[in-house]
């Protein structure tokens, strides 16, 4: 028996064939069409001479065709390599060379950065299968190059699921920018990452699944979920809320843009009931949209979001105008999975990042591994334990640096800070790379993001650190304010210190027309810091 992303995909398949499994518009695929063509692709890609372990890359937006690529490549046993569609060349080639890819799925409109990466560089890349998106690109790099059709793949080879027995040690790659660095691939057995991200554990009750028939057999016993993961799939968030899906027989909603209005349209359309989001950059424009429009929501129970800030603001509008949902804020990241969750109450939730019941293999440890206590009030590291990655693929620095042992229990600590609640539950406070040390005291960017955000003129902010002669460095604000209004620096502290200390409060301010944050919604720091070093600020105290 193993616990692996096709197998528990195919037990859904065989219980449901005639379920829908996926949609988007007019386009629909059943259980059983999903699986056939994941069977010819998985065969081309073997034919192209991709062998169990080998890296297969997918850089695609989120459409049909790309969730038929991944379940293609677990069936193959081959290794995905997520690659995210807004890298310029030099990020390109650094993952096409860093994984050590051998086929690269991708959609036409990419073919002139591929081609430009694979003439300049010296990659593993031996294939390309090119899927349509209508933009007329020429698929091509030479004419010698013998680039393979997405769907003449899937129509040459047979749909027959006759591949051999899969191994607990297959692997999931997840490749993740962070906030600074290249991008890292991090390496999980598929088993440990489905415990933590695929509910392998339950959610709830914390309770392992022994048996791997358990999700396909309680999705054929009940009613179908109509889930909508909107953020790209090149965020593990995305990828997993299409396989919990794709494991109890629910039907994924598919998208490959974003925009508020499309999204209500399409939970309308579809009848979804779970949306997922990454926090304000894609919750704050939807709320806004719903307030604004006439939608009808009657099918929505959850609103769902990790891996970005989700700002209590925010959630409030949301249980506003859908009072009889679930709005939930999780925890998690690329190296420890799941770690826990939070439901948002009117007027309840704190201002920062979330406060969450973690689950029992979320820790908080001093520098010298000590586990805190819970109403301690000490700052720590997030640490996870059980279930985590193997490594840091191509980087055993990087590896031991996150992946640490204290009195023999190995922890995974990627370096969020956190504290323990009295009760029990984890404060999320953010990276510790992304703290600022003003006077010695230390500022976490996300809590003031989430108290700036309060403040009705501020459509969205990032917080960093500047230099200052007297403190080292002093909390700085980068913002959008809604409608071209530019409040004033004092009345965006007035809201921020009735949450936080003085000390929290931004010092100097600069306005942008919009804010860079990736395509998952995460704030992109280092863009931040380029507008606080190329001009003074709009305002300052």
Known sequence: MAFTIADLFEHAV??????????????????????GRANALAHTLRSLG???????GLYSRNTIESVEAMIAIFKARAVMVNVNYRYVESELEHIFSDSQMRVLIHERQYTPKVCNVLSNS??????????????????????????????????????????????????????????TGRPKGVVWRQEDVWRVLGGGIDWYTGRPIEDEWE??????????????????????????????????????????DFDAASVWQAVQRHGVNVVFITGDAMGRPMIEELEAGDYDTSTVVSVASSAALFSPSVKDRYLDRLPNAVIVDAIGSSETGFGGMGMAVKGQSRVGAPTVKADPSTHVLADDGRLLEAGSGEVGRLARSGHIPLRYHNDPAKSAETFVVYDGVRYSMP??????EADGTITMLGRGSMSINTGGEKVFPEEVEAALKAHPDVFDAVVVGVADDRFGQRVAAVVQPRNGHRPALEALNTVVRAELAGYKCPRSVWF?????????????????????DARTADQAL
Request: with cysteine.
């Open 14 to 35: 065989d219980l449901m064939p005639d379920r829908v499994a996926l949609e988007s518009g007019d386009r629909s695929l059943t259980y059983a069409e999903l699986d």
């Open 50 to 56: 991709v062998q169990p372990g080998d890296s297969v």
């Open 122 to 179: 010296t990659t593993d890349v031996a294939h390309r299968i090119v899927i349509e998106d209508g933009s007329g690109t020429p698929l091509a790099c030479s004419d010698a190059d013998a680039v393979v059709e997405y769907e003449r793949a899937v129509a040459d080879s047979s749909p027959d699921r006759d591949f051999e027995e899969r191994s607990g040690d297959d692997l999931y790659m997840l490749y993740t920018g962070g906030t």
């Open 215 to 256: 999700h396909a057999r309680t999705g054929a016993e009940g009613g179908q979920l109509v889930r909508f993961p909107i953020p790209p799939f090149i965020h593990g968030g995305s990828q997993w809320a299409v396989f919990q899906s794709l494991f109890a027989g629910g039907k994924a909603v598919v998208y490959p």
């Open 415 to 420: 370096g969020d800070f956190a504290t323990i």
């Open 512 to 532: 942008v027309d919009e804010l860079k944050r990736s395509p998952a919604g995460k704030p992109d720091y280092r863009w931040a810091r380029e507008v606080t």
